[in-house]
């Protein structure tokens, strides 16, 4: 089936503005986290959900980001007043959710949105 | 706290050497270990993983041994080749959370 799926996959914003990057988990897929990479790192843990519910929102930098999943699928990430320093890719995952997984469980990542803010 | 510390890149190999890409953990828990990896263009994919101690993940020619008396999770293959070039990262997800803690990552470019 479809793996997961980001969008945009670019975007680029003038310093200021408010961007809502979007997510689309692997069907059937409970758990969904948001990541931020910047250039040379690995990812850096954002927040994420259980369902429609937010579980941990512990890496969210500061208050100007937010995210959601409403009916628990589809989520998104908003960056109000946009700063260059918030410039980076961030990654969207989902998995089965440890309940379903039963076990160890594996996050499947997606291609991930490419945020530049001038 | 829990991390991941990965050998640093770049990484040149010419094709059919051997690779080793070193990765060690501090985890206050039971972690389980993983090895993603990224193509040019592509996002990441897990590659293998380990969830208990003396566990061996392999993947396309790739092994990784969960060592718990020196926590470590090295990244080995016996013979790269050219497609193997990407960026490789090494993470632990302990069982009391949901959090991924990712290396920073080693650049791996294998010439012919």
């Known amino acids: 089936g479809a793996g997961v799926s980001q969008s945009p996959r670019y975007k680029v914003t003038k310093r200021g503005q408010d961007v809502a990057l979007r997510c689309d988990p692997i069907s059937g897929h409970v758990s969904l986290y948001w990541y931020r990479q910047a250039l040379g790192q690995g990812p850096e843990f954002l927040t994420y959900f259980n369902y429609e519910a937010q579980q941990d929102k512990s890496g969210l930098p500061n208050d100007r980001f937010s995210a959601e999943r409403p009916e628990g699928s589809i989520s998104t990430l908003t960056i109000q007043r946009t700063e260059q320093r918030d410039s980076a890719m961030y990654r969207c995952?989902?998995?089965?959710?440890?309940?379903?997984?039963?076990?160890?469980?594996?996050?499947?990542f997606g291609p991930g949105t490419r945020l530049t803010v001038l | 706290g829990d991390s991941v510390t990965q050998m640093e890149g770049p990484v040149t190999l010419s094709e059919e050497a051997f690779l080793t890409i070193n990765c060690t953990y501090t985890?206050?828990?039971?972690?389980?270990l993983f090895w993603y990896v990224q193509y040019p263009g592509e996002g990441l994919q897990l590659l293998l993983k380990a969830t208990k101690a003396d566990d061996k993940g392999s993947n396309k020619g790739f092994e990784a041994t969960y060592r718990k008396e020196t926590t470590s999770f090295h990244l080995e293959k016996g013979s790269v080749q050219v497609s193997d070039s990407a960026v490789y990262f090494c993470a632990l997800s302990v069982n009391t959370g949901n959090q991924f803690y990712f290396g920073t990552g080693t650049s791996l470019t294998v010439i012919p």
């Open positions: 985890a206050t828990g039971y972690p389980s």
């Open positions: 995952a989902s998995s089965l959710g440890r309940r379903l997984a039963g076990g160890t469980d594996t996050q499947y």
